[in-house]
């Protein structure tokens, strides 16, 4: 009897759903929830029930300014989501240090961890005492209510990044365009 892999497959995920265990509420405080809900895009569209327990999974990881949440080059594996103070994105290029953005409350990084294996592209550092949730690659993926929503906001993220670097790089070629001698171009 020859079985069709699509049904393997299905067969496989009903087992596999009925076998993960599904994290708990968050013990967060329901305003926080409700903000972090209104406020972090890559939880865009979850229902509040799929919030709290994806909330769940996180790791709160407090950092005091100056601390260096990841650097340039380590392996990641896991994004934040910064739920309180500021952190600084930088990038070396030699002996320069280039800000590529602050971000405050309510913004992610890291999130190309997940959408696959990648080095670091910056540092992140802590411009002043802040509070992350970090979220595992491992934990997210494990929780498939979530984890779908989760790639779907960080694809809409990185998309909005990728248009601004791409409208940062026309202008930056127009401008050295305009500076080059008549004879060089």
């Known amino acids: ?50 919030l709290s327990r994806t909330l769940a999974l996180a790791e709160r990881m407090p950092f005091v300014a100056g601390d ?23 990038k070396k290029r030699g002996d320069t240090t280039v800000e590529l953005a602050r971000l405050s409350a309510g913004e992610c990084f890291g999130e190309m961890a997940l959408a696959g294996n990648h080095l670091r592209s910056a540092t992140v550092r802590a411009l002043h005492n802040s509070v992350t949730l970090r979220f595992d690659r491992e934990r997210v993926d494990a929780y498939p209510e979530s984890a779908h929503i989760i790639y779907r906001n960080i694809a809409r993220v990185l998309s909005a990044r990728l248009d601004t670097s791409s409208e940062l790089l026309t202008e930056m070629t127009v401008r050295n365009s305009e500076t080059r001698p008549a004879d060089l171009r």
Do not use: W
């Open 1 to 50: 009897m020859k079985i069709d892999p699509a049904v393997a497959k299905i067969f496989a995920e009903n087992v596999r759903a009925e076998v993960i265990v599904r994290p708990a509420v968050s013990n967060l405080d329901p305003a926080i929830v409700q903000k972090i809900a209104g406020k972090v895009k890559v939880f865009q569209d979850m229902s509040s029930d799929c």
């Open 68 to 90: 260096v949440v990841f650097n340039e080059g380590d392996i990641g594996s896991a994004f934040h989501v910064l739920i309180a103070g500021e952190v600084v994105v930088e």
